[in-house]
T-cell receptor, first 113, second 112 residues
């Protein structure tokens, strides 16, 4: 069974640039959630995708967008990067919508200079 | 009031002792409760889930839920230095909301 994989693991961008983060869900999982975790904070929910459709969104501006593909992998896109976007971005997959049992990837650490 | 509250710690216990981690939540219709462990620089890992009042034991870990008091706890018996991590409490409402709400985490240090 393949776990959740994320890429890239680390990246550095400058203010105003755009970034795309990628996530492959665990085998058999059709739901992917994205979280932002700043240092010393709990994970903040960005959005969730279920069967290729956005199903729930946290308090993040529209410059945070995403996609889920037919194989249930997913992308998180962030436009017009700001310094405060520096964080660990976590992808989690699970089966279905009615569960809080999430399986996380190792995360993508984004630094915005 | 935050939706899910935890003491940030750090909670420091000697090796072999019982570590007690606490979490309170504000939404009475919350239905399921989770403890995740997060090592520094790593991603969260689910260690316990609990759905009904009472205790649930798994190895050295015991989760306790009291819905009337809106309180969930995690006990770690015979604490080991490898248990040193941040423990995140998460609460799920499977109703219209269907959101997993996270606490900020409690940092635990187990001293040899």
């Amino acid at each position: 069974e393949t776990g959740v994989t994320q890429s890239p693991t680390h990246l550095i961008k400058t203010r105003g640039q755009q970034v795309t983060l990628r996530c492959s869900s665990q085998s058999g999982h059709n739901t992917v959630s994205w979280y932002q975790q700043a240092l010393g904070q709990g994970p903040q929910f960005i959005f969730q995708y279920y069967r290729e459709e956005e199903n729930g969104r946290g308090n993040f501006p529209p410059r945070f967008s995403g996609l889920q593909f037919p194989n249930y992998s997913s992308e998180l896109n962030v436009n017009a990067l700001e310094l405060d976007d520096s964080a660990l971005y976590l992808c989690a997959s699970n089966l279905g919508l009615n569960t809080g049992e999430l399986f996380f990837g190792e995360g993508s650490r984004l630094t915005v200079l | 009031q935050k939706e899910v509250e935890q003491n940030s710690g750090p909670l420091s216990v000697p090796e072999g002792a019982i570590a007690s981690l606490n979490c309170t939540y504000s939404d009475r219709v919350s239905q399921s409760f989770f403890w995740y462990r997060q090592y520094s620089g790593k991603s969260p890992e689910l260690i316990m889930s609990i759905y009904s009042n009472g205790d649930k034991e798994d190895g050295r870990f015991t989760a306790q839920l009291n819905k009337a008091s809106q309180y969930v706890s995690l006990l770690i018996r015979d604490s080991q230095p490898s248990d040193s991590a941040t423990y995140l409490c998460a609460v799920f409402n499977a109703g219209n909301n269907r959101k997993l709400i996270w606490g900020l985490g409690t940092s635990l240090a187990v001293n040899p």
